[in-house]
Every structure is written in C-alpha cells, then in structure tokens.
C-alpha cells in the first residue's frame, strides 16, 4: 500500500504562484507513475499532469502547458507540482495519485491511477 499526502495549497492572487508536494509512504514511487489531477466544483476531475521516474516523460494538459512543472524526488519519495502564473480557472482541489501498475506511459486517464491522495484545495483570486 502506498499512502500519499499532498500539502502546499492555499489562497494566492492571479499571477501568483504555488508548489504542491506529494509526500508518499509505504513503498518507493521511485518506479510509479506519479500524476496530478484537479477536480472543481460541479466538475469532473481532470488530469493535470504526469511523470515518469526522473523527469523522463512527462506529459501536461494543454491548459497548464508552459506555466505548471511537475517534478520528482526518488530520494525524498515526493512528487512536486509547480503552479507559475496562476488563474482564478486553476481554482480546484488538487490530488496525487500514483499509477503502481508498471504502465509505460504517462496517462491522463484517471482510472487507470490506483492511489490517490486526499487532496489540497488551491483558490485563485482575480
């Protein structure tokens, strides 16, 4: 079992920034697909971003292409999500997840992710 708990969320202004962290327990992600999802109210949950050991593939939605970096630390079991130019749109709650199933690539398919964080609430301010 692998438990991930995501901090770093918060209130900023847009054109601000954040970055979350993914801190996992139990097993090495070293070899997980690591990804972030966001989920707004009244919405469904989408995939932000994905990586792939160190920086190897990645992959990001288009609409935080260019302004969010995902990035991985084996050493430190944690994940990171860099948030740069925010927008009141990038308001959600935010979550990790891990895909543990030796999938060779970076996903934006959210069920095929088997662990998932509880969560982190980001709110954009216009």
């Known amino acids: 079992q692998v438990q991930l708990v995501e901090s770093g969320g918060g209130l900023v202004q847009a054109g601000g920034s954040l970055r979350l962290s993914c801190a996992a327990s139990g097993r090495s992600i070293s070899n997980y697909i690591m990804g972030w999802f966001r989920q707004a109210p009244g919405k469904e949950r989408e995939f932000v971003a994905g990586?792939?050991?160190?920086?190897?593939?990645?992959n990001y939605a288009d609409s935080v292409k260019g302004r969010f970096t995902i990035s991985k630390e084996n050493p430190k079991n944690t994940v990171y999500l860099q948030m740069n130019s925010l927008k009141p749109e990038d308001t959600a709650v935010y979550y990790c997840?891990?895909?543990?199933?030796?999938?060779?690539?970076?996903?934006?398919?959210?069920?095929?992710?088997?662990?998932w964080g509880q969560g982190t609430q980001v709110t954009v301010s216009s």
């Open positions: 997840a891990a895909d543990s199933t030796g999938s060779r690539y970076v996903t934006s398919n959210r069920y095929e992710y088997d662990y």
């Open positions: 990586i792939r050991r160190i920086g190897e593939i990645t």
